[in-house]
């Protein structure tokens, strides 16, 4: 009787499985996945970034302010002591590759932290695909995708647990990538 129940556990297992498989080992379709293995160029200056960047960037960020991000190593708001002469966002940096465009940026105030938020541009419309929150800060597009590779949790990493391409962590290397 157990064995039938180990059976029949199995099977349903295995089809619930078989219902997400998409049977590609590179269906790298995940955000963070596109970020890591993309190659950018790097932006540093705010005047650089597209205007329709900055636009959808306003809208995910819920601003109207109209002097919206400082330059990189410009004066802004860093603290919950506001002068409206400042933004409350500093550009660290700005990447584009073919189909994506991030900006990595600080976000001043009572809760200081560090923004990134990326979009797909294959379309013809910019969308917003990933925005994360962190605390330590990059000096470098290499170094950004370093530190997101480090916070990936573990589940990120399967494609599919039962199909024969199944991708862990650790069969995972930073060289898989472009760092």
């Known amino acids: 009787m157990r064995i039938f129940f180990i059976f029949l556990a199995t099977i349903f297992t ?3 499985y078989a219902q997400d498989s998409t049977g590609s080992s590179d269906s790298l379709s995940l955000p963070e996945y596109q970020l890591l293995g993309s190659r950018f ?3 540093r200056n705010i005047k650089d970034v ?3 960047i ?3 960037l306003k809208a995910v960020a819920h601003s109207k302010e109209k002097n919206f991000m400082a330059n990189v190593n410009g004066t802004f708001n860093s603290t919950d002591i506001v002068d409206n002469r400042y933004p409350d966002r500093r550009l660290i940096f700005a990447g584009t590759s073919d189909k994506l465009y991030f900006i990595y940026y600080e976000c001043g105030g009572i809760g200081y932290h560090l923004s990134l938020v990326m979009f797909d541009i294959t379309s013809g419309k910019i969308k917003p695909v990933l925005a994360l929150t962190m605390f330590d800060k ?3 597009i290499n170094n950004l995708k370093e530190l997101i590779w480090q916070e990936l949790p573990l589940e990120y990493y399967y494609d599919n647990p039962r199909s024969k391409s199944r991708i862990k962590k650790h069969n ?3 060289t ?4």
């Open 14 to 16: 295995s089809l619930s």
């Open 41 to 43: 160029d790097e932006i």
């Open 50 to 52: 597209p205007r329709s």
């Open 54 to 56: 900055i636009k959808e």
């Open 138 to 140: 990059a000096t470098s």
């Open 172 to 174: 995972l290397k930073n």
């Open 176 to 179: 898989d990538f472009n760092f």
